[in-house]
């Protein structure tokens, strides 16, 4: 696959803060990237350098094979959908879609076409006369996505797409959005601070950390091998136990957690006997054994106690005492009639099991906690 | 071209010309004011000696002691007088007028004096005072007195009333701004609380709207204190104001050394007000939270 | 100390004796409006006299009314000597305002988008004049222009003008600019414009109402302006300083008549200088 752009070691300093610190990336051509991270964790900076609105202190800026690190915007083939759109407010619709190839000089023939093109693409013909005011904030996103894509960008930059969106209309738009991109064949970055619009809309997820990339890969990659814990407790829920090594042998690490033991696979990690670890286990990939059911010999086996019960629609969350310092919560499907029969009261003694392959072992232990768990 | 280098080059070409202008008009006459200030008179115009002569006649001379004090003191009534006109209006507009609309509607109209000539509106409280005047004649007209009052024109009662009139507006603006910018929960939380509507006013609008009056009375005295057309239309003979004699240097006595050395004794008391005010109005947005 | 149970007492009692009420209107509110009203009128007062003299035959300014003329008027619009110093006025405004614009903009620009030594300093300066009385201004390029050997005229009175009333487009633009949103700026060069073409395409006309606005009440400022063209101006006079020097002679309708007229041109200017500079009136309504 080509690379359509790569940025090398950029590094941008504002004054007092280190925003973009020595990131090194690589964009494939016709890819939907995500740069994903809390705010201040230099996403947007970067996504700004691709754009030409900051110039980095050091490193380069490769687009399609060119040096761009110095040019201005308007001397780059990428277009950016701002974050609440900037549409130009004195301008009615077509105008703020026809203004990219007005400056680029295109006859006026042509232009009237190709902006009644992208008003039917964006399915608001009917809009054209109106000023940005008049719009919802769903339609200035689709005006604001025109007027970028009129100019054939060979790069899309999309910088918080839905954050001016209400809920609901969040997800429809991330499925618009998905669908869009595999009709254009166009590449897309596109910077977010929230993790399920990243794991839906994603081909690959870079993880931001004060200005360093904390992992790249696939959502799929991200979710199951989260690199550091700083990832996984980002990336979907999860239960960030600390546990205690007691046994490493071939392949299986043996750990102690409250009055139970957990055995997880190396993966090609070596923690010290005696050493305080941190385990990553996704609350889905817990079984409740109800009725003396069977698990796989190889499995884990945990014992504990009902705490709380906290209701999410179609599962529940069911935060467990295991004798230990922090309760492990675990995901009940109530899909299925079942399940919801088989839903254990609070207060009832219960058996986990849980596959050890599906368990990341981080051997640096983090203060990452089990806030948001639930 | 670098970044930097081309942030500058468009930063000359933006301001190369304004600066030249600022620097010209603005901060040269000051500065050459300043330099006079220290110079003296002598026929037919002054001579560049340095010396502090001027401040110093400035200091001795109880004349100019008394016109210093009686602009301070005049001034300050008019802001006294504009302020216990502007604060029911803005109170009533802001907090007793539902409609937004009617609300600017009035707030357009208290400013759009403003606009109207000063001159003319000092002059009509000229035709309104007189001897001859309005109130007279409607007076002598409706048979409350026989002959008219003398006591209305060329006296220090007709200048604070037009220059109340004049400078009113200045006071209303920043206090509409404060008394808008107080959230109505305050209000309701007073009376939820069980304060009542005076007790209410006392404790908390009133207080909310301390940094408003400042700027108003800021505003109007700077106003009145500099003002030189009033004293002359309306003033009599006993109405002679800084101003006035800042005037007079530069026209008849024909010393402008002397002028200067008064333009900056009352640049720097307008200076000093302002910078007063500013570091109270500072405070009290702080108490604001 | 008062106890709960009292003060629970007083609360149930305190409102209902406190405001009378007035067919549904308390005491306080009462109040209020009418000294709302009194205040309003004694605002207005004057103007309103100024307007009815000018339609009254009777050349001394008195009550009672004594019949309607239009007289006044046609005297004073045949008044040669007001003509010109009318003339002279609106020649001065139009100078003035375009000074204002060419040197208020870059500045209003230079303090928005630039950092450079002496920023807090050319702020505090370009204000001076509307804070300072303006007979400081008058008499600082009095002596400005004496040290340099300028003569007295028109010329210089614009200047004076100039200088005074920079700082209201100052002050205004540069509001506007620090509300305005940048990253319309930043679309347009991603859009593929040059730095001048976003310029004048996007950032002047959203900063044009500020524009605008400023310009009018710069204008209307310079219309009546007098303590700095009382020394400023050489022969020629503008208005208000013939109707100065009326005036301080004795007083006379015609001049009622010519304030009437410029009260009205000076309220049609403001009332147009609010509805632009509110934006109510820019392109509000869905065009069809």
């Keep these: 696959m080509v690379n359509i752009v790569e940025i090398h070691n950029l590094t941008k300093t504002f004054p007092g803060v280190v925003a973009v610190d020595n990131v090194s990336l690589e964009i494939r051509e016709g890819e939907l990237m995500t740069m994903l991270g809390p705010s201040g964790c230099g996403k947007t900076t970067t996504l700004r350098m691709i754009g030409g609105f900051e110039f980095p202190d050091t490193g380069r800026v490769i687009l399609e094979g ?40 295109m006859a006026k023939a042509e232009l009237v076409r190709e902006v009644a093109r992208m008003l039917e693409m964006i399915e608001l013909p009917d809009k054209a006369k109106n000023l940005p005011s008049e719009l919802s904030n769903g339609q200035k996103q689709r005006v604001a996505l025109a007027r970028a894509l009129i100019r054939r960008p060979r790069v899309l930059l999309l910088d918080e797409p839905m954050s001016a969106l209400d809920a609901k209309l969040r997800e429809t738009m991330q499925v618009e959005l998905k669908h869009l991109h595999e009709k254009l064949g166009l590449t897309f970055v596109l910077v977010t601070h929230d993790q399920t619009e990243a794991l839906v809309m994603s081909d690959r997820v870079v993880v931001m950390d004060e200005g360093r990339i904390a992992q790249v890969g696939t959502p799929i990659e991200l979710y199951d091998n989260p690199a550091t814990p700083y990832v996984a407790n980002f990336l979907g829920t999860s239960n960030m136990v600390v546990a205690k090594v007691t046994e490493v042998s071939g392949e299986t690490i043996v750990t102690e957690y409250g009055s139970g033991t957990i055995r997880v696979a190396a993966q090609g990690k070596r923690p010290a006997v005696g050493s305080e670890v941190m385990l990553c286990i996704r609350p889905e990939k817990v079984r409740v054994l109800l009725n003396g059911q069977d698990s796989p010999e190889s499995f884990n086996r945990l014992d504990g106690v ?32 079942e399940g919801q029969a088989a839903l254990p009261p609070a207060g009832q003694r219960v058996s986990l099991s849980i596959d050890p392959a599906s368990i990341t072992l981080f051997e640096e232990v983090t203060a990452y906690g089990a806030e948001d768990r639930v | 071209m670098s970044q930097s280098r081309r942030r500058l080059f468009g930063f000359a070409a933006l301001f190369a010309g304004p600066a030249v202008w600022w620097g010209t008009v603005l901060l ?63 109170y009533f507009m802001v907090f007793k007028v539902k409609s937004p ?82 959230p109505r929960s305050l209000l309701e939380a007073s009376k939820d609380l069980g304060i009542g509507k005076f007790g209410t006013f006392f404790r908390i609008t009133l207080p909310l709207t301390i940094p408003g009056i400042l700027a108003g009375f800021t505003f109007t005295f700077c106003l009145a204190a500099g003002d030189f057309i009033s004293p002359q239309l309306v003033g009599g003979p006993y109405s002679n104001m800084i101003a006035n004699v800042v005037a007079t240097q530069y026209g008849i006595a024909n010393d402008w050394p002397m002028g200067s050395a008064l333009s900056m004794v009352m640049l720097f008391i307008v200076l000093g007000i302002i910078t007063l005010s500013d570091k109270f109005e500072r405070i009290g947005r702080l108490n604001l939270g | ?92 405004a139009s100078c003035a305002v375009t000074i204002c614009l060419c040197i208020g903009i870059p500045t209003a620009l230079a303090l928005d988008r630039y950092d450079f030594p002496g920023k807090t300093a050319l702020r505090r300066l370009v204000i001076l004049p ?159």
Excluded at chain 1, 79 to 93: G, K, R, S, W
Excluded at chain 2, 119 to 131: F, N, S
Excluded at chain 3, 156 to 176: E, K, M, P, Y
């Design chain 1, 66 to 105: 060119e040096d761009v690190t110095r040019l201005p915007p308007y001397k780059r083939r990428v277009n950016m959908m701002f974050q609440d759109f900037a549409l130009f407010p004195h301008l009615t619709v077509e105008k703020n879609i026809a203004y990219g190839m007005r400056v680029a000089g």
């Design chain 1, 306 to 337: 009902i705490a709380e019960q906290f209701f999410h629609g179609a599962s529940v969350h069911l935060a467990l005492d295991v004798g230990a310092a922090t309760s492990i919560v675990i995901q009940h499907q109530l899909d299925t009639a």
């Design chain 2, 28 to 90: 040269a006459p000051y500065a050459i004011m300043f330099m006079i200030s220290f110079y003296s008179k002598q026929f037919p115009f002054m001579i560049p000696d340095f010396q502090f002569g001027n401040y110093i006649h400035l200091v001795s001379d109880p004349q100019y002691y008394l016109v210093l004090s009686r602009s301070l003191k005049i001034a300050f009534f008019v802001s006294v007088v504009a302020f216990f006109l502007s604060y029911p209006l803005t």
């Design chain 2, 101 to 182: 609309r009617v609300r600017l509607l009035l707030y357009v109209a208290t400013i759009i004096p403003l606009w109207v000539s000063y001159l003319l509106r000092a002059y009509t409280w000229k035709t309104i005072l007189g001897t001859e005047g309005i109130l007279n004649s409607f007076l002598i007209w409706i048979g409350i007195v026989d002959e008219p009052i003398q006591l209305f024109l060329y006296n220090q009662f007709a200048m604070v009333i037009t220059m109340a009139y004049i400078f009113t507006p200045f006071m209303v603006m920043p206090i509409y701004a404060a008394l808008e910018k107080i």
């Design chain 3, 1 to 92: 100390m008062t106890t709960y149970e009292e003060v629970r007492v007083r609360e149930r009692v305190e409102p209902r004796q406190m405001f009378l009420k007035l067919g549904g209107w308390d005491v306080s509110t009462a109040t209020l409006t009418v000294a709302a009203a009194c205040v309003l009128a004694f605002l207005y007062l004057p103007i309103v006299t100024l307007m009815v003299f000018s339609f009254n035959a009777n050349p001394i300014t008195r009550l009672p009314l004594t019949e309607w003329t239009f007289f006044w008027y046609e005297k004073a619009f045949g008044n040669e000597i007001l003509l010109t110093a009318l003339g002279n006025s609106l020649i001065v």
């Design chain 3, 130 to 288: 509307i804070t300072l009385p303006g007979l400081i201004t008058g008499v600082s390029m009095l002596t400005f222009f004496k040290m340099t050997g300028v003569q007295l005229s028109l010329a210089t009175v614009i200047i004076g003008h100039g200088t005074a009333l920079t700082a209201i487009v100052v002050t205004n633009v540069f509001a506007r600019l620090q509300r305005f949103d940048r990253r319309i700026e930043e679309a347009s060069a991603d859009l593929g414009a040059k730095p001048l073409r976003t310029f004048w395409h996007i950032t002047l006309p959203n900063i044009r109402s500020a524009i605008i606005g400023s310009s009018l009440i710069a204008f209307t400022l310079s219309f009546d302006e007098i303590p700095v063209t009382y020394f400023l101006t050489g022969r020629d006079n503008t208005l208000p300083m013939y109707i100065w020097s009326t005036i301080r002679r004795g007083m006379t309708p015609e001049i009622n008549a010519i304030g009437t007229v410029i009260i009205g041109v000076s309220i049609v200017l403001l009332l147009s200088s609010v509805f632009i500079m509110s934006d109510s009136g820019v392109r509000k309504r869905p065009r069809k």
